[in-house]
């Protein structure tokens, strides 16, 4: 209790008792203390204080919405009729009940409807104008109005007069110079590449190889993601993931040289590798992240660090690399891709394919290595699909499935007379837990990789783990 106001008297106004009752549900204070508080700060008796608390504060759902994330992404929407429905649907998540419900919702509600289209963005450079609202009369009003973000953006231009009677106060922006475009962070990249990277000799391996295939399966990394243990489960940052990555692999193919016959290594990427997809710190569907660093940051170091992996397995045996798509990093990993096929151009060691196709077919001799996220077509799903797509489908003995997205393992043997069986692995997630799995109780995976040791003909042949790191 020592973290309670004790002076009611401080507590003047009708709105100042509910905002105090509302920040000790916010802070999940145990519903005993919150209740005593309701009669202390009212001066009403237990019973009465029970009866206000059930009413007006039990089944109240506004500390449980993001209202300024909701009001931007209304803002942002271009139909009147997505603006609409929208509308409705907080207006529903939020029910006034009384006047301290309506202090919360209303306001809410209303802002949302008078900033949509209030913040135009066209590339670099963005222009936000309000017309006739009553307490904007200031350019910062404007700002926090819109719910600009000023880290990204800066004023080149203000307007501020009546117009037609009505106040009217506009302002233009431009993104930072430190913002830098992903495609100018990419075209750059590509020119030094193209123009620096040397020939390099074909590597000798042993000629005593067994001719098996080592697969290596790091996913779901989340490369950039920022995480607090007493929050979200687990401490992450950019270090963090680079050394749980560096050693999964190296332990991996440690483990794997007993079988003493790698003569290829094959190597997915992708698979939500990196946590967001561009500079509003954001996955491909704008899903906002917690980050450890700025976008330009998290890329670099995300393609250092498999350089690293991909120069470190090439002294074992030559290696493929497949590019998968994934939510999280859809445009931003199929650049990256793209910067290690320029990279590796001239490296008959390595090999690197990045097209952008949702599925990828790895044929190994008699094996067939399929790759999707997960996060689309549903395991059971994906072998219906696959037998469509692949003309060569009944021609492969065994069949796999490798999918990430879900952060857990598990393995799932689809049968059906057209497609004959499958096998289809949700391989567990390299990165650790985030608030989001955290708060809705998806715990207890562990935290690691996986590698497959595959045999030409006779097919998998074993299915090793790297040490856990939860």
Not at 201 to 225: P, V, Y
Request: aromatic share 8%.
């Amino acid at each position: 209790m020592s973290n309670l106001i004790t002076n009611v008297s401080s507590l003047k106004t009708e709105r100042q008792k509910i905002e105090y009752i509302q920040s000790l549900i916010k802070l999940k204070v145990d519903e005993s203390v919150v209740r005593k508080e309701v009669g202390r700060v009212f001066s009403i008796g237990k019973s009465a204080r029970n009866e206000k608390y059930n009413k007006y504060f039990k089944n109240d759902n506004t500390h449980k919405i993001n209202l300024p994330k909701m009001t931007k992404k209304i803002s942002e929407m271009e139909s009147d009729a997505d603006v609409g429905k929208a509308i409705d649907k907080l207006t529903k998540l939020i029910k006034p009940k009384n006047t301290g419900g309506k202090i919360y919702t209303q306001p809410a509600i209303k802002s949302a409807k008078k900033a949509n289209k209030v913040f135009q963005v066209n590339g670099d450079k963005a222009v936000a104008e309000v017309k006739g609202v009553e307490d904007i009369r200031t350019v910062e009003d404007l700002i926090a109005y819109a719910n600009i973000d000023m880290n990204i953006w800066e004023v080149t231009k203000t307007v501020a007069n009546l117009w037609n009677g009505m106040w009217q106060i506009k302002a233009e922006f431009k993104r930072k110079v430190e913002e830098i475009n992903l495609k100018q962070i990419i075209g750059e990249l590509k020119e030094d590449i193209i123009n620096h990277s040397p020939k390099l000799e074909l590597i000798t391996h042993s000629k005593d190889k067994g001719g098996l295939l080592l697969e290596i399966t790091a996913f779901d990394l989340h490369f950039g993601k920022l995480g607090w243990a007493p929050s979200d489960g687990s401490d992450t940052d950019i270090n963090i993931a680079r050394e749980v990555f560096k050693k999964a692999v190296i332990e991996l193919v440690d483990k794997s040289q007993k079988f003493g016959g790698i003569s290829k290594i094959l190597m997915p990427i992708g698979n939500d590798y990196l946590t967001i997809d561009n500079s509003n710190n954001t996955t491909f569907a704008n899903t906002l992240q917690s980050v450890d660093s700025r976008f330009p940051k998290v890329f670099k170091e995300g393609r250092k660090l498999l350089v690293w992996a991909i120069d470190y397995l090439k002294q074992f045996a030559p290696v493929d690399v497949v590019y998968v798509v994934s939510n999280h990093d859809t445009d931003s990993m199929f650049h990256l891709a793209d910067a290690l096929e320029c990279w590796y151009r001239n490296d008959k060691n390595v090999n690197i394919e990045n097209s952008p196709a949702p599925r990828k077919y790895y044929r190994f001799e008699d094996n067939l290595i399929i790759y999707d996220h997960g996060d689309k077509v549903s395991p059971q799903k994906l072998a219906i699909v696959a037998s469509t797509e692949y003309k060569d489908w009944s021609l492969v003995k065994n069949r796999e499935f490798h999918i990430g997205h879900f952060h857990h393992e598990k393995t799932l043997i689809v049968k059906d007379l057209d497609v004959n069986s499958a096998i289809v692995r949700t391989i567990p997630a390299l990165s650790g837990s985030d608030y989001y799995h955290n708060s809705h109780g998806y715990v207890g995976a562990k935290q690691r990789a996986q590698a497959f040791v595959w045999h030409p003909s006779d097919g998998l042949q074993a299915v090793l783990y790297s040490k856990s790191n939860n």
